[in-house]
């Protein structure tokens, strides 16, 4: 007897699924802490049958790689997911809440997986997993590779101020660095949250770092000089916080100046001050004579961000407050898949069986932030993301339990179908 897409879909156990995302989310991994997770998802995987090795510069950071060989002659596809959650307990002086239980653990909810790890990215991972679990239960021998990954550091904080090594934190250290040591197939699928729609596209990254420093001596606060515009302050937070206001006039023109329409859907690109370094608290008698701002900007596919530090100095410099210096000290591109149609097919073909309906469009933002596609594409390797996302994400960190079973449904009929065609030989 043939065994179907169907009949795989047929032994994806929904508890099972549920139980799997509980355990993995409910290790905390937040920040540079991810190695627990690795493990558990490592030994899962072994215990599964599948053949898995580490891939990592750090030890204390490895991506998770596993693979179920194929028969030979199909295309293969990798699947993707980071294992990493983004807010820290010590992150004091950027949230409210970063000790929150909603940050680190995970539970249900009536008919809801509610936490950080659930909806970015532990939930989708599980169902991946799942489904490829499913695929291998049922005894299918795919014709092409499928590959399975779980990485880190995508949420990852970058080097900025410190020396060299002391900040060992970079998104260079997950997918970018799997993918250019083995984890490479025809195709990836990054398994996040998108609605359910398919996204082919995703902005990159830009970051200055933008500098006041005075001419003046620091004034002890007694010998101040009588105050005179803000501008002309000699206290560099006092003229920093013209630029701020400067900038964030920028920013919104910004935004619809670059707005770029895609094969996908739309990309805005939004930029924002981050954070802003100046001061001793513990000495606040003596003038400040240096603060800078942190800008970061998503950028479209493209988008030269040398010109873009251009229009934040002529920004500074017409709102009569030029910086000392604007330094741009991170840069990751953006990009838009090509030769993707095998895989966008596969998946929407998946969704239609599963869901009896085509997938949504894209929400614009969905196509306009930095995501592990980038990392894949930029390799030449064709990606989508693709996956189960609430549209009361921004306020509740959750989505259904029948998404997410939705989700590894879609998985494993994709998995299938894309492993399964016949990739001609070339050469």
Request: hydrophobic share 40%; proline share 6%; net charge negative.
């Amino acid at each position: 007897m043939t065994t179907t897409a169907d009949d795989i879909v047929a032994k994806i156990s929904r508890d099972e699924l549920v139980q799997l995302a509980l355990d993995v989310c409910n290790i905390d991994s937040a920040g540079p802490t991810e190695a627990a997770v690795a493990r558990f998802v490592g030994d899962w995987l072994q215990k599964e049958g599948f053949k898995v090795r580490q891939v990592g510069l750090l030890a204390d950071r490895p991506n998770v790689l596993a693979r179920l060989p194929g028969t030979g002659g199909g295309y293969s596809l990798i699947l993707n997911s980071h294992m990493d959650t983004s807010v820290r307990a010590t992150d004091i002086w950027s949230r409210t809440d970063p000790e929150a239980d909603i940050h680190h653990k995970a539970w249900i909810d009536g008919d809801e997986l509610v936490g950080e790890g659930i909806v970015n990215d532990k939930g989708p991972m599980a169902a991946f997993l799942i489904a490829a679990k499913a695929i291998k239960s049922a005894g299918v021998r795919l014709k092409g590779d499928l590959l399975l990954s779980a990485v880190v550091g995508e949420t990852s904080h970058e080097p900025s101020d410190g020396p060299p090594g002391a900040l060992v934190e970079t998104k260079d250290l997950g997918a970018r660095f799997l993918a250019t040591h083995g984890g490479v197939a025809d195709y990836a699928l990054i398994a996040e949250g998108t609605g359910f729609s398919i996204v082919t596209v995703e902005a990159g990254m830009a970051w200055y770092k933008v500098t006041w420093a005075s001419d003046q001596p620091g004034f002890y606060t007694p010998y101040l000089p009588d105050r005179t515009t803000m501008a002309e302050s000699p206290n560099m937070i006092v003229r920093a916080a013209v630029g701020i206001e400067a900038l964030e006039d920028w920013a919104v023109a910004y935004q619809k100046r670059y707005t770029y329409q895609s094969s996908c859907g739309l990309v805005v690109p939004k930029a924002q001050i981050g954070a802003m370094r100046s001061g001793d608290s513990a000495a606040l008698s003596s003038t400040p004579q240096i603060c800078s701002l942190y800008v970061g900007a998503f950028i479209v596919p493209g988008q030269d961000p040398l010109a873009l530090k251009c229009e934040i100095e002529e920004a500074l410099a017409a709102a009569r407050v030029p910086a000392s210096d604007v330094e741009l000290y991170l840069f990751h591109p953006g990009y838009e898949a090509k030769n993707a149609e095998r895989i966008t097919t596969a998946v929407r073909r998946a969704h239609e069986q599963t869901f009896g309906s085509a997938p949504p469009a894209p929400n614009p933002a969905t196509c306009s932030m930095w995501r592990d596609i980038n990392s894949f594409n930029e390799l030449g390797i064709p990606a989508i993301t693709y996956g189960p996302r609430s549209e009361r994400h921004s306020y509740r960190r959750s989505f259904t339990i029948d998404a997410l079973y939705r989700a590894a449904c879609v998985y494993a009929r994709t998995m299938v179908d894309v492993c399964n065609q016949e990739k001609p030989r070339t050469g």
